[in-house]
C-alpha cells in the first residue's frame, strides 16, 4: 500500500527528527566545509580515545568489583559487538533519518551513556552502559565519512579524510596517557566521565555547523521510487531494498559465541563443557552465514565482493592489523601492573605505540621511496611490526625498554594499514564502495574484539609473564602472516610495449 505523502512530515515533527540548516553567517562562508570537517573529528577523535583508554582501567575494574580478567573484559567486547551489529543497519537508516541528525543524536547518546558508566555500582550494569555507548558509536562511525565526502569539495576530499583520520589517530595515542593519568590520579569512572564534554561539545558544533543531509527527503524519495503503474519495478526495489537481517543476526552470534567461548577459557565462570558448545555454535552459525549470505539480496558480508581479487586477502589483513594495534594497548598494562608499575607509567608506557601509528599513518609514508606501491608499503611496514613485536617478547619488560619495540610495532602498523585499506578499496567495484568500508569497518571491529580477548587467555592459562610473552609470540606469527598476504590475489598490472 502507498505511504501517504504526508507522513516524512509528520513522522519528523514528531520525534524532532527535521534537519536544521546551518545559521546562514556560517553556510555563507567561503571554508565553511572545513568547520562540518572540524565537527566530525571530534566524532573521530572521540571514538578513538574510548576505545584506547578502556583498556587502562581493567586493573582498576578486577580491584573495585572483584572480578577476574575474563568477566572485566566484557566491559569492552560489548562495546565492540554491539558496534559491528549496529553499523550496517544505522548506515541504512540514516539515508532515511539523515545523515545529520543520527551523528547528532549519537553524540547525545554516547554522552548519557558514558555519564551512566561512571556512576555504575556493578560490573554488569557497566557492559550494559557501554552496550548503550556503542549505539551512539555507531550512530557516529556509521556517517563520519559520508559526511565529510558530502560537506566537502571534490578537490578537497582526500585532505578532509586525512585530518579525519589523523583525529582518530590523536584520540587513540592520547587514550592510554589519559587513561592512566585518571586512574592513578582519580578514579577509573573519569576514565568515561571524560568523555561527557566532548559528547556535549561535538553535539552543539554539530547542530551549528553541519549542513543539512536530506534537503528535501519527500522530493527525493519520489524521484527514487519506481513508478506504482510498474508492479515488476516496484518488486526489484523493494527486494534491493530489504535489509538482511538474518545475516545480521547470524553474524553477531558467530561472533558472540566465540568470544564467550575464549572468555570461558579464560576464566569467566561458566562450565567447562560451555566452552564446546558455544564453539559449535560460533561453526553453525558461521556456516548458516555464508549461506544466507550467498541467497540474500543486499548481504551484508557480499560473497562475490569477497572473491573479487585483493579484497579477501585484504580484509584478512585488516583483521590482523587491528589485532596486532589493540592486544599490545590490553597486554601491555597488565603485564606492566603484574610487575608492580603504577597505572600512570603503564599508560605513558604504552602510549608509545599508538603515538608512533598516528605518525606513520599520517605522515610516514613520506618517507618511503614515492615509486612504491601501496602493496609494498604494507608489507614494508608488517615486517616493521613483526621486528617490534618480536622484540618486545624478547627484551626485559621495564618502563625503559618497553616503549621503544612498542614504537618499533605501532610505526609498522601506521604504514601496513592506510596502504591495506587502499588496497582494499581499490579492488572494491565503484559501484560497490559502500558495502566494501563497510566491510572493513566490521573486521576492524572484529580485530579489535580479538585484541581484546587474546591477552585475558594467555594470561589466564600462563600468568602476566609467561602468557604475555607467548601471547607476544603469537601476534609476531600473524604479522608474518600479513607480510604475506599483503597486496596478495591482486591482478597484476599488464606491462605495455
Same mark, same amino acid.
Request: include cysteine; charge should be positive.
Given at each position: 500500500m502507498p505511504v501517504p505523502a504526508h507522513r516524512p512530515r509528520l513522522v519528523d515533527s514528531v520525534l524532532l527528527l527535521a534537519e536544521r540548516p546551518r545559521p546562514r553567517t556560517v553556510a555563507a562562508w567561503p571554508h565553511a566545509h572545513w568547520l562540518a570537517v572540524g565537527t566530525v573529528c571530534l566524532g573521530a577523535f572521540l571514538g578513538?580515545?574510548?576505545a584506547s583508554i578502556t583498556a587502562l582501567v581493567f586493573p582498576a575494574l578486577e580491584r573495585q568489583f572483584d572480578a577476574g580478567f575474563a568477566a572485566v573484559e566484557w566491559v569492552s567486547l560489548a562495546y565492540l559487538l554491539v558496534l559491528v551489529a549496529l553499523l550496517a543497519p544505522v548506515g541504512r537508516l540514516s539515508d532515511t533519518v539523515g545523515r545529520k541528525t543520527m551523528y547528532l543524536g549519537g553524540f547525545a547518546v554516547f554522552a548519557l551513556a558514558s555519564l551512566a558508566a561512571g556512576l555504575?555500582?556493578?560490573?554488569?550494569v557497566l557492559v550494559a552502559c557501554r552496550a548503550v555507548q556503542a549505539v551512539g558509536g555507531a550512530m557516529m562511525q556509521a556517517n563520519s565519512v559520508a559526511l565529510v565526502a558530502r560537506g566537502v569539495p571534490?578537490?578537497?576530499?582526500?585532505?578532509?579524510?586525512?585530518?579525519? $583520520?589523523?583525529?582518530?589517530?590523536?584520540?587513540?595515542?592520547?587514550?592510554?596517557?589519559?587513561?592512566?593519568?585518571?586512574?592513578? +590520579?582519580?578514579?577509573?569512572?573519569?576514565?568515561?566521565?571524560?568523555?561527557?564534554?566532548?559528547?556535549?561539545?561535538?553535539?552543539?558544533?554539530?547542530?551549528?555547523?553541519?549542513?543539512?543531509?536530506?534537503?528535501?527527503?519527500?522530493?527525493?524519495?519520489?524521484?527514487?521510487?519506481?513508478?506504482?503503474?510498474?508492479?515488476?519495478?516496484?518488486?526489484?526495489?523493494?527486494?534491493?531494498?530489504?535489509?538482511?537481517?538474518?545475516?545480521?543476526?547470524?553474524?553477531?552470534?558467530?561472533?558472540?559465541?566465540?568470544?564467550?567461548?575464549?572468555?570461558?577459557?579464560?576464566?569467566?565462570?561458566?562450565?567447562?563443557? $560451555?566452552?564446546?558448545?558455544?564453539?559449535?555454535?560460533?561453526?553453525?552459525?558461521?556456516?548458516?552465514?555464508a549461506r544466507q549470505e550467498q541467497r540474500a539480496d543486499r548481504p551484508i558480508i557480499a560473497p562475490g565482493l569477497v572473491n573479487t581479487p585483493g579484497v579477501r586477502a585484504g580484509l584478512v589483513v585488516a583483521l590482523i592489523g587491528y589485532l596486532l594495534l589493540f592486544c599490545p594497548l590490553v597486554l601491555g598494562p597488565v603485564m606492566l601492573d603484574s610487575a608492580g608499575v603504577s597505572a600512570g607509567t603503564a599508560g605513558l608506557v604504552v602510549t608509545a605505540l599508538p603515538a608512533a601509528f598516528a605518525i606513520a599513518a599520517t605522515a610516514g609514508g613520506? %618517507?618511503?621511496?614515492? +615509486?612504491?606501491?601501496?602493496?609494498?608499503?604494507?608489507?614494508a611496514g608488517a615486517l616493521v611490526t613483526t621486528a617490534g613485536l618480536l622484540l618486545l617478547a624478547?627484551?626485559?619488560?621495564?618502563?625503559?625498554?618497553?616503549?621503544?619495540?612498542?614504537?618499533?610495532?605501532?610505526?609498522?602498523?601506521?604504514?601496513?594499514?592506510?596502504?591495506?585499506?587502499?588496497?582494499?578499496?581499490?579492488?572494491?567495484? $565503484?559501484?560497490?564502495?559502500a558495502v566494501g568500508?563497510?566491510?572493513?569497518n566490521m573486521v576492524?571491529?572484529?580485530?579489535?574484539? %580479538?585484541?581484546?580477548?587474546?591477552?585475558?587467555?594467555?594470561? +589466564?592459562?600462563?600468568?602476566?609473564?609467561?602468557?604475555?610473552?607467548?601471547?607476544?609470540?603469537?601476534?609476531?606469527?600473524?604479522?608474518l602472516a600479513a607480510v604475506r598476504l599483503c597486496g596478495a590475489g591482486r591482478p597484476r598490472p599488464v606491462l605495455r610495449t
Amino acid at each position: 500500500m502507498p505511504v501517504p505523502a504526508h507522513r516524512p512530515r509528520l513522522v519528523d515533527s514528531v520525534l524532532l527528527l527535521a534537519e536544521r540548516p546551518r545559521p546562514r553567517t556560517v553556510a555563507a562562508w567561503p571554508h565553511a566545509h572545513w568547520l562540518a570537517v572540524g565537527t566530525v573529528c571530534l566524532g573521530a577523535f572521540l571514538g578513538q580515545l574510548t576505545a584506547s583508554i578502556t583498556a587502562l582501567v581493567f586493573p582498576a575494574l578486577e580491584r573495585q568489583f572483584d572480578a577476574g580478567f575474563a568477566a572485566v573484559e566484557w566491559v569492552s567486547l560489548a562495546y565492540l559487538l554491539v558496534l559491528v551489529a549496529l553499523l550496517a543497519p544505522v548506515g541504512r537508516l540514516s539515508d532515511t533519518v539523515g545523515r545529520k541528525t543520527m551523528y547528532l543524536g549519537g553524540f547525545a547518546v554516547f554522552a548519557l551513556a558514558s555519564l551512566a558508566a561512571g556512576l555504575a555500582g556493578g560490573l554488569w550494569v557497566l557492559v550494559a552502559c557501554r552496550a548503550v555507548q556503542a549505539v551512539g558509536g555507531a550512530m557516529m562511525q556509521a556517517n563520519s565519512v559520508a559526511l565529510v565526502a558530502r560537506g566537502v569539495p571534490a578537490g578537497a576530499m582526500r585532505t578532509a579524510l586525512g585530518i579525519q $583520520a589523523a583525529a582518530q589517530a590523536l584520540g587513540l595515542a592520547l587514550g592510554p596517557t589519559v587513561g592512566g593519568l585518571l586512574v592513578a +590520579h582519580t578514579s577509573w569512572r573519569w576514565a568515561f566521565w571524560i568523555n561527557v564534554p566532548i559528547a556535549v561539545l561535538g553535539l552543539l558544533a554539530g547542530w551549528f555547523l553541519l549542513p543539512r543531509s536530506r534537503p528535501d527527503a519527500a522530493r527525493t524519495r519520489r524521484a527514487e521510487s519506481p513508478s506504482s503503474a510498474d508492479p515488476a519495478a516496484v518488486a526489484v526495489a523493494r527486494r534491493e531494498s530489504r535489509f538482511d537481517l538474518l545475516g545480521l543476526v547470524l553474524l553477531v552470534a558467530a561472533s558472540s559465541a566465540l568470544l564467550l567461548a575464549l572468555s570461558t577459557a579464560s576464566g569467566l565462570p561458566l562450565p567447562g563443557w $560451555a566452552v564446546v558448545v558455544l564453539l559449535a555454535a560460533a561453526g553453525l552459525c558461521s556456516v548458516a552465514l555464508a549461506r544466507q549470505e550467498q541467497r540474500a539480496d543486499r548481504p551484508i558480508i557480499a560473497p562475490g565482493l569477497v572473491n573479487t581479487p585483493g579484497v579477501r586477502a585484504g580484509l584478512v589483513v585488516a583483521l590482523i592489523g587491528y589485532l596486532l594495534l589493540f592486544c599490545p594497548l590490553v597486554l601491555g598494562p597488565v603485564m606492566l601492573d603484574s610487575a608492580g608499575v603504577s597505572a600512570g607509567t603503564a599508560g605513558l608506557v604504552v602510549t608509545a605505540l599508538p603515538a608512533a601509528f598516528a605518525i606513520a599513518a599520517t605522515a610516514g609514508g613520506a %618517507l618511503l621511496p614515492r +615509486h612504491w606501491s601501496d602493496a609494498r608499503r604494507g608489507r614494508a611496514g608488517a615486517l616493521v611490526t613483526t621486528a617490534g613485536l618480536l622484540l618486545l617478547a624478547l627484551l626485559p619488560l621495564s618502563p625503559l625498554l618497553a616503549p621503544v619495540p612498542l614504537a618499533v610495532a605501532g610505526y609498522g602498523l601506521g604504514l601496513l594499514l592506510p596502504a591495506n585499506n587502499a588496497l582494499v578499496m581499490r579492488s572494491v567495484p $565503484a559501484e560497490s564502495s559502500a558495502v566494501g568500508g563497510g566491510m572493513v569497518n566490521m573486521v576492524r571491529s572484529l580485530g579489535t574484539a %580479538l585484541g581484546t580477548a587474546l591477552p585475558v587467555l594467555g594470561v +589466564h592459562l600462563a600468568g602476566a609473564g609467561a602468557g604475555g610473552r607467548a601471547v607476544l609470540l603469537v601476534l609476531v606469527a600473524a604479522a608474518l602472516a600479513a607480510v604475506r598476504l599483503c597486496g596478495a590475489g591482486r591482478p597484476r598490472p599488464v606491462l605495455r610495449t
